[in-house]
């Protein structure tokens, strides 16, 4: 229409989009996987481990002509203090979203729905002194959000993120956010120097070779895990769990952390693990 021909004439960005953000910065990792930055909406606030639903417009109805929005739950996995929202998603050839979404470049637009929920938040689980995060595949992005969050380190004394892929190429999105944890030169001020010692990186795959291999419900199972970490198995009086992956996995680890004796806690009811679904087009 005719206002959008000036706007786009004089160069002006103006939404054409509801809830419109813009897209600043897109990182493809494998041919299965990629993160990408939007702006953030000013009035936007969230805790650490939630997610929104973002999309992009869907194709004309062919009866109606009419479009609407194909969105999905994807989880923040930038921090809440972060001026821009990141996110880290799967790429699935005929995925009704994802097929399109990765090919989005800076510049172009999507959908970002500003009402953050979830139940990966500490508010959901009681104090405790050691904090699990268990990952699969795209599962790690709520971590990476709660592993950039002073209060992770601030309320427990250790933290150990798990994180099991098929493939090594998988683990890089994570193993480079632990590093640049471990040198983050503003969370080291905000919580103290020792901080980076309380985090325990295990990278696990299970199709390609690599110094860890297994699913770590298995290594959980022959006490591999702990072994490896120097840790006692987990234990209601002093271990909190958050765990984010593919269904089977979801449904696997929560029944062994039933058996270890840990509860689910939910924003209303905190108690020792929480869980939620990894969003697979
Ligand atoms: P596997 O290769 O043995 O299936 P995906 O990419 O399919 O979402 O899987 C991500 C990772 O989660 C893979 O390494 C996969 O291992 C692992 N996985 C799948 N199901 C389970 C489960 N029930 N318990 C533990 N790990 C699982």
Known sequence: NEINTVTQAT???VPTLPDAQAVTEVKHWTDRLFSFRVTRPGSLRFRSGEFVMIGLMGDPDPKTGKQKPLLRAYSIASPSWDEELEFYSIKVQDGPLTSRLQ???PGDEIILRPKPVGTLVHDALLPGKRIWFFATGTGFA???S???DPQTYEDYDEVIITHTCREVGELQYGAEL???IRNDELLAELIGEGFADKLRYYPTTTREESPKMGRITDLMRSGEVFEDLGVEPLKPET???MVCGNLAFNL????M???YGLREGANSAPREYVVEKAFLD
């Open 11 to 13: 160069a002006v960005k």
């Open 103 to 105: 090919h989005i470049q």
């Open 142 to 144: 709520p971590f990476a």
């Open 146 to 148: 709660l592993l950039r």
């Open 178 to 180: 632990i590093e640049s």
């Open 239 to 241: 271990d909190r769990a």
């Open 252 to 255: 696997e680890i929560k029944e």
């Open 257 to 259: 952390l039933e058996e």
